[in-house]
């Protein structure tokens, strides 16, 4: 395989208004976290999307693998007393 | 005192349309994703301010001219945009060595510009002063990577500035018009942003290891609609359509 001449990969979250979380917009190729900035920013937010932006490399970035559902996900679904669905909400109170 | 303010406004509305029309050039041909829609973000912005000036330009002449008129329907000799802004692209290093040295003298302009009198101007300047503090931002970070870059990088910067310096003292011309203008509080007298200027570029050469030019004939003309050989291809091309098909519609 020959070799990658791309700068290092960034990935970009925004966070749409104040207070909401930072959701993953996509990616950026930038030679250093300046420049990843500043291409997260005219890439992904030409259209309002974002008041505020992370970028981190995607090298940083550890993720679960497909195998990895079986073990870490599944055994909290058949549990139901793992779930908070027995107690009485108080009256006013929307959920 | 009207005409003055009509001329002012379609110099400042030209120097971003022009500057605008070269950075669409590049549209494709960006040498990564990024830049070239970061390049022709900021040709977005710059004819977003070209547009506000030729409109309010528009609404003081009151005739039945319109933005696309001083846009399409002006020759050379009329328009009266900087020379720097109409100089060729060349390669990459020269493109953005032009945008540092256009936008950081429009971040200082724009900065004293938005205490104009006219309130009209004044909000135009602070909503363009905004777009140019990130054209400051994008291209300085530029120049300083490229100049302390590789020994190829360098080399071509030098290159750049020595073929775009002839052109930065235009920018600091003043004329009876814009001074007729100043004394009445709506428009800059640019040389009082020139030592900003050049503590700026003197910043970020510094810090790209580039030395700043001394002691260059500078060129001028462009207050008199006096233009380098660039403008005369530019405008038959952006005004080719427009002359081709009067009055068409998209």
New interface residues.
């Given amino acids: 395989m020959g070799k990658d001449t791309q700068?290092p990969l960034w990935e970009v979250f925004t966070q749409k208004k104040q207070g909401a979380p930072h959701e993953h917009a996509g990616s950026?190729?930038?030679?250093d976290a300046?420049?990843a900035l500043?291409?997260a920013?005219?890439?992904y937010s030409?259209r309002n999307e974002a008041i505020s932006l992370w970028v981190v490399p995607t090298e940083a970035i550890v993720g679960s693998t497909p195998e990895d559902v079986g073990s870490f996900f599944d055994p909290a679904n058949d549990k139901i007393y793992r779930h908070p669905n027995f107690y009485k909400t108080p009256e006013g109170v929307k959920l | 005192m009207k005409d003055n303010l009509i001329e002012y406004c379609l110099r400042l509305a030209d120097t971003s349309l022009i500057l605008g029309q070269r950075l669409g050039e590049w549209c494709g041909h960006g040498p990564i994703l990024e830049e070239d829609i970061a390049l022709t973000n900021i040709s977005l912005d710059c004819i977003g301010q070209a547009r506000g000036f030729y409109a309010y330009a528009a609404l003081l002449e009151n005739s039945a001219r319109t933005e696309d008129d001083y846009a399409y329907l002006r020759d050379e000799r009329e328009f009266k945009n900087f020379l720097i802004v109409e100089q060729a692209n060349g390669d990459f290093g020269q493109t953005i060595m032009r945008q540092f040295l256009v936008s950081a003298f429009q971040y200082y302009f724009y900065d004293a510009l938005k205490n104009s009198k006219d309130k009209t101007i004044a909000a135009l300047a602070e909503k363009s002063l905004k777009e140019v503090a990130y054209h400051l931002r994008h291209s300085s970070s530029w120049v300083i990577r490229l100049g302390d870059g590789t020994e190829e990088s360098r080399q071509k910067m030098l290159n750049a500035t020595d073929e775009l310096w002839p052109y930065t003292g235009d920018m600091f011309d003043m004329d009876e018009t814009e001074m007729e203008l100043v004394k009445q509080s709506v428009a800059v007298d640019v040389r009082k942003i020139k030592r900003l200027w050049d503590e700026k570029v003197k910043e970020v050469f510094d810090e790209a290891t580039l030395p700043v030019p001394e002691n260059v004939f500078m060129m001028s003309g462009s207050r008199e609609g006096k233009h380098t050989e660039y403008l005369g291809f530019i405008l038959a091309e952006m005004q080719s359509l427009h002359r081709a098909y009067p009055g068409v519609q998209w």
């Fill in positions: 700068w950026v190729h930038a030679a300046e420049m500043q291409n920013r005219d890439v030409r």
